[in-house]
Nanobody, 119 residues
Framework: QVQLVESGGGLVQAGGSLRLSCAAS????????MGWFRQAPGKEREFVAA????????GYADSVKGRFTISRDNAKNTVYLQMNSLKPEDTAVYYC????????????WGQGTQVTVSS
């Protein structure tokens, strides 16, 4: 059974940093894309960043480019989201997700971790 377990959320002041982790288990993810989405209160879930499990390709939402960095550690089956220069508008529940390279559907989701940025 596939499991994606996020950790690392919390409360931080504007301008601060947090690193989210996503521990993946239950299958081989070599042909998957791993991603982070977020959902703020009253808003739709939105894409934040993605990385191929194999290779170095990454992608970011315009709102986080230059501030957030997605990375992975294949040996630990873990994906990270380093978030710097945080803003109050980054406040949201952050979700780890995965989809096959050949699909547009994000098949697997974690339970989410809360990130709150105070002004």
């Amino acid at each position: 059974q596939v499991q994606l377990v996020e950790s690392g959320g919390g409360l931080v002041q504007a301008g601060g940093s947090l690193r989210l982790s996503c521990a993946a288990s239950g299958r081989t993810f070599s042909s998957y894309v791993m991603g982070w989405f977020r959902q703020a209160p009253g808003k739709e879930r939105e894409f934040v960043a993605a990385i191929m499990w194999s290779g170095s390709s990454t992608g970011y939402a315009d709102s986080v480019k230059g501030r957030f960095t997605i990375s992975r550690d294949n040996a630990k089956n873990t994906v990270y989201l380093q978030m710097n220069s945080l803003k109050p508008e980054d406040t949201a529940v952050y979700y780890c997700t995965a989809r096959p390279l050949t699909s547009d559907n994000w098949n697997y989701w974690g339970q989410g971790t809360q990130v709150t940025v105070s002004s």
